[in-house]
């Protein structure tokens, strides 16, 4: 088991991405805090039967509520390992569109949430002697997409960069941080979105390999930097895009 008596926290973790990580690194031996904004889901409450999985009720954007959390894990458990911040939202307007209060909202969640679950973490990674922080970004963290808002790409862009820039300060602590960047992913939503042909069409045909992403692909990649298999991997912005970034 590549993550045996690891613990994690997952923010997004009741549904979506956020879940199938947490399933993922349940399945490979560690105990996982499931931690989302939103009511219990049953996906929280399957995680939570698994014996290993524990939800908890986390705004992201509330520093207490990250404070209050991170103590409640420290102190019953006595270390804290991984942290992914997976919790984001993508308002889908244009620049000429969006109004600023949904730039606002997307500006805390994508960006002020993981810049708070980091200065809160670091003191428990760094007296545990380190730990792993995977930070989800987006292809659009990488270039410009033109099927995706700017605000989203604004968003994920300063994330890739809050990524590299806490990699390089804390290495010293032994403190690895890491972000992914898939393209599309399928899930429910997009499928939503694909009874629209022409934007399925773009999606297919905008990747080399010629499918989306599953959520698979992105856990597996969530695994391998959360695991010892990547001690000397940081401040690496991992791609899970079946090409779609190396054109």
């Known amino acids: 088991m590549l993550l045996k008596d690891k613990i994690a926290l997952v923010t997004g973790g009741a549904q979506g991405l956020g879940s199938q990580i947490a399933r993922k690194y349940i399945a490979e031996g560690a105990i996982v805090y499931i931690c989302d904004v939103k009511e219990k889901t049953p996906e929280a409450v399957s995680l939570e039967n698994s014996g290993k999985g524990f939800y908890r009720k986390l705004d992201v954007t509330d520093e207490a509520h990250w404070s209050g959390v991170l103590k409640e894990i420290s102190e019953k458990h006595g270390k804290i390992d991984i942290l992914v911040n997976n919790a984001a939202v993508n308002i889908r307007e244009t620049i000429e569109d969006m109004d600023a209060s949904h730039l606002d909202l997307m500006m805390d969640i994508n960006i002020k949430g993981p810049f708070l679950g980091i200065k809160h973490i670091i003191p428990y990674f760094r007296k545990n002697g380190g730990g792993s922080i995977i930070n989800m970004s987006s292809i659009c963290g990488l270039v410009g997409h033109k099927y995706t ?40 939503l997009v499928q939503e979105l694909f009874k629209d042909p022409l934007k399925k069409k773009e999606r297919f045909d905008e990747v080399p390999l010629g499918r989306l992403a599953t959520g698979d692909d992105v856990s597996h990649a969530a695994l391998f930097l959360a695991s010892d298999a990547s001690s000397f991997i940081n401040g690496l912005s991992l791609t899970v895009d079946g090409g779609l970034t190396a054109y």
């Open 149 to 188: 808002p700017e605000a989203y790409t604004t968003t994920k862009g300063a994330l890739t960069l809050l990524t590299k820039s806490v990699a390089v300060r804390y290495a010293k602590d032994n403190i690895r941080t890491n972000s992914i960047h898939p393209s599309t992913v399928d899930t429910p």
